[in-house]
């Protein structure tokens, strides 16, 4: 089907799914929400600001935007990040409500209640500064997904100092890139993780990263968890839990102003380089735990919620650590993999700790659908109330087959955009509110303003298709990219002016509800993960045998996208090895250079690439063939002959 088409068969899905009588009478999040944020949009954010937040300091500014795209929100008010996920639930009287239930990869288990999580931050904040953190220095972490990680990131915000969580998949190479870009003064990082059945080192990436000895790095800490090996650093490298024992679990959080700088998450873009996307505490916080609440119906005394992601990406930030913490909810966090050690591990853990809330990745619900429906059945999964999705265009088999396999054809379910420049949910379902739709996100959230346009920026209207905008300014809105300002301005703002740009097409229906339909740069999104088509290409020309690469992202049944590389080789090794050879050699080297998760799916050695009479590489006819499409019109080509020889060489 060509995308055409598929839009097409998206746009006429007629089912309707209204939330039933009893949902929508205990819902937390209602109709009049979306009333009170039209009639006074400020007005409304400030009040869901004061009332989820603690404020040691009120505001009594709501929005500057008097110098745009620089915004500012609740600028005249402190608070305090980590008081807000930790102690003020305890002051409330919840601090033997369990925080995380911890599940390990082999089946360990830890709960750790709010007061147990309070004490380890304190202790965590107490060492940090005893080793010269303090307010503005960056420390990158480098995780498995451990309770460690949570206290590690709580630690630095509560010293409102800013950390920069790097993915454990990420290489060396990867995470020096980031320490270098942020000035990191210290680096947390664990022995090694456990994943499909083994144990993964961490530290040696770390070692590797700081080998030469040239970095603003002046301490490792290392948390115990792979019991592998490790190389030990003397002076700079500390073993956290013999750190941790001594220090007291008394400390008090000081106020920030609520433009404090929270974290900078690295996340590609259409050039090589990854960008620093900047995210503050007071809006964040706000957005993150007003979202949480109301997209996810949570009722805290009751609810288990499990939101999947690693807290290497932004849903791990606003909806494993900040949204549901400051909203002291009971959750379940899950160290390894789906599959470990039997395919019905996720279910399983659904069961033990009976979930109710589940939010995972659309790649996740196909990877489950192709293994058969009588996996998730063998596990009891009635305690599920409501499902959501992140990350990718849902298509509606996927939404229906979650409904009803993991649903049980009765939980509402939401599908919730946004981005890790937005810091929280833009676009989604109100569980109780919303007729719901396969396959569409449908409408923002109240307080947000979105809007289609074509590219000279003209409304498109419903039943047309356009640029996906967000028109007016967002709590939770990055505030800039790190130390680049300029490229802020270009990527988001040199488009629609004070409208930021999404990088996405849309679609909206004839109810004016929104269809998410991919990117519309060259990031490409591989479950639910964003990569940048030129980084690869940068990681693979780097190569010593490469001339010339070009990546596009084709579509694929599961990971929605994958990664498909074609390389011209350098005259002198031309011929020398064979294809599936250079192909194992280049997909081991991305993997080097940017960590597994870049990997090209396929690899394909080419005599030349398509090119523009300008010299541009055009990606579309490289994506068609890829795809196994007639290539169309290729009359902007230097040579259209080259299109030939690549599709024959490439169904060889
Ligand atoms: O293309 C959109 C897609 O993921 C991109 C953002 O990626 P990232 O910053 O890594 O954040 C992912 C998790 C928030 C978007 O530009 N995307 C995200 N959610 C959806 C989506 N596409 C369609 N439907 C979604 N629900």
Redesign the pocket.
């Known amino acids: 089907m060509s995308k055409e088409q598929q839009i097409d068969s998206l746009l006429h899905e007629e089912r309707r799914f209204p939330p039933s009588a009893e949902f929508a009478a205990q819902a937390i999040g209602q109709a009049s929400l979306y009333e009170q944020a039209s009639d006074d949009r400020e007005g409304f954010w400030a009040t869901q600001s004061r009332e989820l937040l603690h404020w040691h300091k009120p505001f009594t500014e709501v929005l500057d935007w008097s110098n745009p795209p620089f915004a500012k929100w609740f600028a005249d008010g402190t608070l305090n990040v980590a008081y807000n996920c930790l102690d003020r639930h305890v002051a409330a009287g919840l601090g033997d409500r369990v925080a995380l239930h911890f599940e390990g990869e082999p089946g360990d288990r830890r709960d750790i209640t709010y007061a147990e999580l309070t004490s380890e931050v304190k202790k965590a904040a107490n060492l940090l500064s005893s080793l010269g953190l303090t307010q503005g220095d960056r420390v990158i972490i480098y995780m498995p997904l451990l309770p460690e990680a949570i206290i590690a990131m709580l630690a630095v915000a509560r010293l409102g100092a800013i950390h920069s969580v790097v993915f454990g998949g990420f290489s060396a190479e990867s995470l020096r890139a980031r320490i270098d870009d942020a000035e990191a003064k210290m680096v947390i990082t664990a022995d090694g993780g456990n994943r499909k059945g083994s144990v993964f080192p961490l530290k040696a990436a770390v070692d590797q990263a700081l080998a030469d000895g040239k970095t603003s790095v002046e301490k490792v800490l290392v948390v115990q968890r792979g019991g592998n090996e490790v190389e030990w650093t003397s002076g700079r490298d500390l073993w956290w839990h013999e750190e941790m024992t001594p220090m007291s679990d008394d400390h008090r959080a000081e106020a920030f102003e609520a433009e404090n700088p929270l974290f900078i998450l690295y996340?590609?873009g259409t050039t090589g380089k990854p960008k620093g996307?900047l995210h503050t505490s007071g809006g964040y916080l706000t957005q993150a735990s007003f979202t949480h609440k109301n997209v996810f119906d949570l009722h805290p005394e009751t609810d288990v919620y499990w939101c999947t992601?690693d807290i290497g990406?932004?849903?791990g930030h606003?909806y494993v650590v900040y949204g549901p913490l400051a909203n002291g909810a009971t959750q379940v966090i899950y160290e390894g993999t789906p599959d470990t050690p039997h395919p019905g591990r996720w279910w399983e853990i659904i069961e033990k700790y009976g979930v109710s809330i589940f939010y995972t990745?659309?790649t996740a619900i196909r990877t489950f659908m192709k293994l058969g429906r009588e996996i998730p059945q063998k596990f009891d999964l009635s305690s599920l109330r409501v499902l959501g999705?992140?990350?990718?265009?849902?298509n509606p088999e996927a939404w229906m087959w979650y409904r009803e396999v993991i649903g049980g054809n009765t939980t509402p379910i939401v599908?919730?955009?946004?981005?890790?420049?937005?810091g929280a949910?833009m676009?989604?379902a109100l569980p109780g509110v919303t007729s719901t739709k396969p396959g569409s996100?449908q409408v923002p959230i109240p307080g947000i303003c979105v809007d289609v346009l074509t590219e000279d920026g003209q409304q498109v209207g419903p039943e047309a298709g356009g640029l996906?905008v967000i028109t007016e300014p967002w709590p939770s809105m990055l505030r800039g990219i790190w130390r680049d300002p300029e490229r802020f301005q270009e990527t988001y703002w040199s488009m629609f002016g004070t409208r930021y740009f999404?990088?996405?097409g849309a679609h909206l229906d004839k109810d004016s509800d929104v269809w998410?339909?991919?990117?519309v740069d060259d990031?490409m999104?591989i479950s639910?993960?964003?990569l940048s088509t030129m980084e690869i290409e940068s990681a693979l020309v780097a190569h010593p045998m490469t001339a010339e690469a070009a990546v596009v992202g084709a579509h694929d049944d599961t990971t929605g996208q994958a990664v498909v590389a074609f390389v011209i080789l350098k005259s002198r090794f031309a011929g020398t090895l064979s294809d599936e050879e250079v192909s194992h050699q280049l997909r081991a080297w991305v993997g080097e250079q940017i960590g597994a998760i870049a990997k090209p799916k396929r690899v394909f050695v080419v005599a030349e690439l398509p090119k523009t009479r300008s010299g541009k590489i055009m990606r579309r006819l490289l994506r068609d063939i890829a795809e196994g499409r007639d290539v169309g019109d290729t009359t902007t080509l230097m040579d259209a002959s080259v299109i030939r020889t690549i599709s024959d060489s490439v169904n060889e």
Request: charged share 15%.
């Open positions: 996340t590609s996307i992601a990406w932004i849903t606003s990745a659309p999705t992140v990350g990718e265009p849902i599908d919730t955009w946004w981005q890790t420049e937005t949910i676009i989604s996100a996906l999404a990088g996405d998410l339909l991919g990117r990031v999104n639910g993960h964003r």
